[in-house]
């Protein structure tokens, strides 16, 4: 049950630096935002695994995987659940991207980058695009039953792009 009394997430901002962070996407392997430095990236967090409005905002993400990479961007999906739980939902759902666990500490990531809800113990259904250079540059959380689609992200990885190409 929800805390009504809960006080809303606060997400980073466009033009913020993105916080650094690591985390298992598999029982045996992390991911490291620093290591993607050079390239974009889109964090799109998550309530949960195996909801219904989980399962369909990353299916989607995965139908278009190929429109993000064309961007040279990469996807990272990320949630409080586990990565056997992790495992289990990208196999069933034949994901083609990470999806990683901010399990333990329960999300401190989510919480670094303002979309941890407190009184759920979920993250907001947030999405971040992140330059090449560690800079956010934009962000946008849907209330947690609405899949946002993917027109956001594709807007501002193609404003990344346009800059890229400017400088």
Same mark, same amino acid.
């Given at each position: ?46 309530? /949960?695994?195996?909801?219904? %409005?989980?399962? +369909? ?7 278009? &995987?190929?429109?993000?990479? =064309? ?6 999906g990320i949630s409080v659940d586990g990565a056997w739980c992790h495992r289990a939902f990208a196999d069933q759902r034949k994901l083609h991207f990470p999806l990683l666990a901010d399990f333990e500490p329960k999300g401190a990531v /989510?919480?670094?980058?303002? %979309?941890?809800? +407190? ?7 947030? &999405?971040?695009?992140?330059? =090449? ?35």
């Open positions: 049950m929800a805390d009504t009394n809960a006080v809303a997430a606060v997400p980073l901002l466009a033009g913020t630096a993105a916080p650094d962070f690591t985390l298992q996407s598999a029982p045996d392997q992390t991911v490291s935002l620093r290591a993607c430095r050079g390239q974009p990236v889109i964090l799109a967090f998550y309530p /949960a695994d195996w909801s219904p %409005v989980c399962g +369909d905002q990353m299916a989607l993400y995965n139908e278009v &995987l190929s429109e993000f990479q =064309g961007y040279g961007a990469k996807l990272l /989510a919480r670094r980058y303002g %979309v941890y809800r +407190d009184g759920d113990g979920f993250s907001e259904r947030a &999405l971040f695009v992140i330059d =090449g250079e560690g800079i956010i540059r934009w962000s946008y959380v849907s209330p947690v039953g609405v899949n946002p689609g993917a027109d956001g992200i594709l807007r501002a990885l193609a404003a990344v792009a346009g800059e890229r190409t400017h400088a």
